[in-house]
């Protein structure tokens, strides 16, 4: 059914940090400016929305399987799927309710334009979807399902996955993309100046791509290996494909970067599809605009 309201939902892809960030210290390597101002952007993103989302299906850079998989339990528990952290934030809670005919639906967008899907009655969400989310909404109270990447990883695959999930726009579901826009690990060994004079090259790129008319776009996110550092950004490319399912959801919705900043000095960045005919909510008239930018408790 298409929605008769003003603005289709924009799509968004987030930048997700790095392990469970906003409920520990992660000094000297992420500082608490870095993680106030990414906490600050991803609580007010509810504000950002035309209105509040239905709900939400969620491309993580944490889940990988032979085709899109969707995840179909209606009460997803939690999947720590981090190392070595303080044992507290493996009791962070976020139980948002799952969405078993979304879940169909996405499969059936998916099948009607010949792409191969399974689905997952038993996986939760993992780090990639309840970290940035529990800031975004800490009521947890719009439903969500997660849908896998492609494991051939493949950017055009993955930018035909978004165009089908577009109808979904007309029906105040938000297509949400949750990665990085830079993730090389091995970077954390380099003095902190190398770290961000690596990764601003590839961010300057980015920025073009996604603020470019969509046929423009599209051509550049398939072609993304060619850009400046790309590989020094992403020596594997599975924190970058959300982007391209977004992309793709946007169509011919003009992108924009709606956060530029650091996480542990590299240049990262958020981008929306198709926000900028909304006019941003009144701040107060949702909590999650109103948080201080620490995020939630676990």
């Known amino acids: 059914m298409t929605s008769s309201l003003p603005h289709r939902m924009p799509v968004v892809f987030i930048p997700h940090g790095g392990g469970p960030w906003p409920w520990m210290d992660q000094r000297p390597l992420v ?3 870095e993680k106030r101002a990414l906490a600050g952007y991803l609580g007010g993103l509810p504000a950002r929305l035309p209105r509040r989302p239905r709900a939400m299906v969620v491309v993580s850079a944490h889940w990988e399987e032979r085709v899109p998989t969707a995840t179909t339990n209606p009460e997803p528990p939690m999947l720590y799927d981090y ?3 303080p044992e507290e934030t493996y ?4 139980p948002a309710p799952g969405h078993p005919r979304l879940a169909r639906q996405v499969r059936e967008l998916l099948e009607r334009v010949g792409i191969a899907t399974a689905e997952d009655a038993a996986r939760g969400f993992d780090h990639g979807t309840f970290v940035p989310l529990k ?11 997660q849908l896998s990447l492609d494991a051939t990883l493949d950017p055009a695959r993955h930018l035909a996955i978004g165009r089908a999930l577009a109808p979904l726009r007309d029906e105040d579901v938000l297509v949400v993309g949750s990665g990085m826009s830079y993730h090389n690990l091995g970077d954390m060994r380099l003095p902190v100046e190398t770290r961000r004079s690596r990764s601003e ?10 603020e ?6 599209d051509a550049a996110l398939t072609r993304w290996e060619e850009a400046p550092n790309a590989r020094l950004a992403h020596p594997r490319e599975e924190h970058l494909l959300p982007l391209m399912v977004v992309a793709g959801a946007a169509g011919e919705s003009r992108g924009r970067v709606a956060y530029r900043g650091t996480f542990a000095n590299w240049a990262i960045s958020a981008a929306h599809f198709g926000d900028e005919g909304a006019s941003p909510r009144r701040p107060g008239s ?5 948080r201080d930018g620490k995020g939630g408790s676990p």
């Open 83 to 85: 190392h070595g952290f």
């Open 91 to 94: 009791r962070i809670r976020w």
């Open 201 to 210: 090259p590839f961010d300057a790129w980015l920025r073009g791509a996604v």
């Open 212 to 217: 470019a008319d969509a046929v423009t776009r």
């Open 286 to 290: 949702d909590p999650a605009s109103e």
């Open 31 to 33: 500082s608490d400016d």
């Open 135 to 145: 800031v975004a909404f800490p009521d947890a109270d719009v439903p969500a399902i």
